[in-house]
């Protein structure tokens, strides 16, 4: 058994068959014709067997001599499931395209926030270690300044103790320059 070539483009397995595409596709899709999809530059494209071809070509050539007659409400019926097919497979692709778009329209979004929360969590950590710089460079200038505010205190301090000290020795002094001096002037007037 030799193996299919699937060569043979839908547009030109109509042509040669003279039935529309959809005729085509429809057989594809409901196994009548032997077909595979081949990735092309343009998107998956199905492509017809030269074996499965020939076979078709044969049948059809025999239905057309043989010229058959329908009934109007047998073609009415076949037209309207084929309609109805059709519609059937515009939907289903309309809807999984609309899926597909709300899917990345979906991921976007969640990218969009996730990126929102990422900067709004940065900018929070980045206020937080601003204010923790500040605090440790507030604390030790605070700490120095009540240092020097209480060494201040302290030197104001002992120089107030100081002038009391040296008031206080002066005033000694003084009393006991008073008490020596009226000693000496009593001495004086008792050998006078």
């Given at each position: 058994?030799?193996?299919?070539?699937?060569?043979?483009?839908?547009?030109?397995a109509a042509k040669r068959l003279g039935v529309s595409r959809r005729t085509i596709y429809r057989r594809l899709n409901n196994d009548k014709?032997?077909?595979?999809?081949?990735?092309?530059?343009?998107?998956?494209?199905?492509?017809?067997?030269?074996?499965?071809?020939?076979?078709?070509?044969?049948?059809?050539?025999?239905?057309?001599?043989?010229?058959?007659?329908?009934?109007?409400?047998?073609?009415?019926?076949?037209?309207?499931?084929?309609?109805?097919?059709?519609?059937?497979?515009?939907?289903?692709?309309?809807?999984?395209?609309?899926?597909?778009?709300?899917?990345?329209?979906?991921?976007?979004?969640?990218?969009?926030?996730?990126?929102?929360?990422?900067?709004?969590?940065?900018?929070?950590?980045?206020?937080?270690?601003?204010?923790?710089?500040?605090?440790?460079?507030?604390?030790?200038?605070?700490?120095?300044?009540?240092?020097?505010?209480?060494?201040?205190?302290?030197?104001?301090?002992?120089?107030?103790?100081?002038?009391?000290?040296?008031?206080?020795?002066k005033k000694q002094n003084k009393e006991e320059e008073e008490t020596n001096q009226g000693l000496w002037n009593k001495l004086i007037k008792?050998?006078?």
């Amino acid at each position: 058994m030799s193996k299919s070539k699937y060569t043979i483009s839908v547009e030109e397995a109509a042509k040669r068959l003279g039935v529309s595409r959809r005729t085509i596709y429809r057989r594809l899709n409901n196994d009548k014709l032997d077909g595979k999809k081949k990735r092309t530059k343009h998107g998956d494209k199905w492509f017809i067997s030269e074996d499965e071809f020939s076979k078709q070509a044969e049948v059809i050539q025999e239905v057309v001599e043989t010229e058959r007659r329908v009934d109007i409400n047998d073609l009415k019926q076949e037209i309207k499931e084929i309609f109805l097919e059709t519609q059937k497979e515009i939907i289903k692709e309309t809807i999984d395209k609309q899926r597909e778009v709300i899917k990345e329209d979906i991921k976007d979004e969640i990218k969009k926030e996730t990126e929102k929360i990422g900067n709004t969590v940065n900018e929070g950590l980045d206020q937080v270690k601003e204010s923790f710089e500040e605090t440790a460079v507030s604390i030790p200038q605070a700490i120095k300044e009540e240092q020097k505010e209480h060494r201040e205190w302290i030197n104001q301090r002992d120089r107030k103790l100081m002038r009391n000290i040296r008031r206080m020795q002066k005033k000694q002094n003084k009393e006991e320059e008073e008490t020596n001096q009226g000693l000496w002037n009593k001495l004086i007037k008792v050998f006078r």
